[in-house]
């Protein structure tokens, strides 16, 4: 450090004020919610450590099978027939204990059953030295004939249908004749509603003809009549 008239000066040392200990607002005391690693195995316990044992060891936890629901519902289970890993006849694969007959006509609840669940071989053995496929053989059938014959027989396919050209049709472009058909209903539909009203006005068809009609003149008057009472009306 360089020479300064501030070395001379004593050094006044500052005290570090620890703060207060901190503290978790969640009791450890308590029981975690929701969890049951700290109470008494229940009885449908599936997992964790096994009833009665304290120790961490892997091999004092539940395993598949060993909890007390599991167990009960293992007692209602059906016993299956026991698989013997290894060689099965000449095909190979696993075989079961038992005559492979009595296994492809009863299943594993001993209940009788149509199909075979593991066949006795998978694929068909490798041929022995010996053997030797069957050759030589001719048939007297008369394929020519027997070919006719099926195709005469057989059904005809189902041709389909060519699409609808609607430009070649002989009503293409012209009016349909529904439309007129419907204008005619509601042509029909409109007069029965006039003459309907009509009726509840009392005028008739007959007493419109019986009414004589307005001459021009008089209509003129009437109409000159009109506009002076309304100058007369609005003027006041």
């Given amino acids: 450090m360089a020479e300064s008239i501030y070395n001379l000066l004593p050094e006044i040392k500052e005290e570090t004020v620890k703060p207060p200990m901190y503290k978790a607002t969640f009791d450890h005391s308590r029981k975690v919610p929701y969890s049951t ?3 008494r195995k229940a009885k449908g316990g599936m997992f964790g450590i096994k009833e009665g ?3 961490t060891e892997p091999r004092h936890f539940l395993r598949v099978g060993e909890g007390t629901e599991a167990r009960r519902r293992a ?3 059906p ?3 026991k698989i013997v890993h290894g ?3 000449s095909g190979g694969g696993a075989a079961r204990s038992g005559s492979s007959a009595g296994w492809a006509s009863r299943g594993p609840t001993g209940m009788k059953r149509g199909l075979q669940l593991l066949p006795a071989r998978m694929k068909p053995p490798v041929p022995r030295r010996g053997e030797r496929p069957t050759m030589g053989l001719h048939s007297a059938k008369n394929f020519v004939t027997s070919n006719a014959v099926e195709t005469i027989l057989a059904v005809p396919a189902n041709r389909r249908r060519p699409p609808i050209d609607y430009l070649k049709k002989e009503d293409f472009g012209r009016v349909p004749d529904y439309l007129a058909q419907v204008q005619a209903e509601v042509r029909a539909e409109n007069e029965m509603v006039e003459e309907f009203v009509r009726e509840q006005m009392g005028i008739s068809a007959i007493a419109k003809e019986e009414i004589p009609e307005m001459p021009s003149e008089e209509q003129a008057e009437l109409v000159d009549k009109l506009k002076a ?3 007369d009306v609005n003027c006041r």
């Fill in 79 to 81: 016993e299956l027939p």
């Fill in 229 to 231: 009472k309304w100058d």
């Fill in 87 to 89: 060689l099965g006849g």
């Fill in 53 to 55: 044992k304290r120790s």
């Fill in 37 to 39: 690693f700290d109470q």
């Fill in 75 to 77: 007692g209602k289970r």
